[in-house]
T-cell receptor, first 111, second 112 residues
């Protein structure tokens, strides 16, 4: 079992650019959540996908959007990048239980 | 809304015991998670408490008091590898799904 996987591991972008991050959930998991974790802080919930639809959303602007595919994998898109978007982006998956399993994250740096 | 507080940083000596406190205010309670996160890595699950009391798992124990909105994580016989951030989180369930609300994390530094 590969667990939750994310790509890329690291990414450097400049202000105003757009970025797409990818996540493959743990085998058997159908729900994917995305979190943003700034340095020295706890993760902040961005949104959650289930059955290819956004089910819940945190307090993030519309520049943050996502998608879930029929194989349950997911993408996080961020448009018009700001310096403050620099963070570790974590994907978590679950299969209906309470526990969420986290991927290793994508470290995004915006210059 | 949800509000979770935990200390920012704690330092302890190898072999000692450290207790990380977490207080929460929620608009409904569905249990409390503790995660461990080493620098630059994913959070990994440590415990999930739903009922009051102490749950022990080897060197780590977690306690919950729902009436006080309080939990703690107890790390015994500290090892250098325990140096990490410890995250307290509460799930918020909705008809459409659930999300975790995290505290800011407590960075534990274990010194020889």
């Amino acid at each position: 079992d590969a667990g939750v996987t994310q790509s890329p591991t690291h990414l450097i972008k400049t202000r105003g650019q757009q970025v797409t991050l990818r996540c493959s959930p743990k085998s058997g998991h159908d729900t994917v959540s995305w979190y943003q974790q700034a340095l020295g802080q706890g993760p902040q919930f961005i949104f959650q996908y289930y059955e290819e639809e956004e089910r819940q959303r945190g307090n993030f602007p519309d520049r943050f959007s996502g998608h879930q595919f029929p194989n349950y994998s997911s993408e996080l898109n961020v448009n018009a990048l700001l310096l403050g978007d620099s963070a570790l982006y974590l994907c978590a998956s679950r299969a209906g239980g309470n526990e969420q399993f986290f991927g290793p994250g994508t470290r995004l740096t915006v210059l | 809304g949800q509000n979770i507080d935990q200390p920012t940083e704690m330092t302890a000596t190898e072999g000692a015991i450290v207790q990380i406190n977490c207080t929460y205010q929620t608009s409904g309670f569905n249990g409390l998670f503790w995660y461990q996160q080493h620098a630059g890595e994913a959070p990994t699950f440590l415990s999930y408490n739903v009922l009051d009391g102490l749950e022990e798992k080897g060197r780590f124990s977690s306690f919950l008091s729902r009436s006080k909105g309080y939990s703690y994580l107890l790390l015994k016989e500290l090892q250098m590898k325990d140096s990490a951030s410890y995250l307290c989180a509460v799930p918020q369930f909705a008809a459409a799904g659930n999300k975790l609300t995290f505290g800011g994390g407590t960075r534990v530094l274990v010194k020889p």
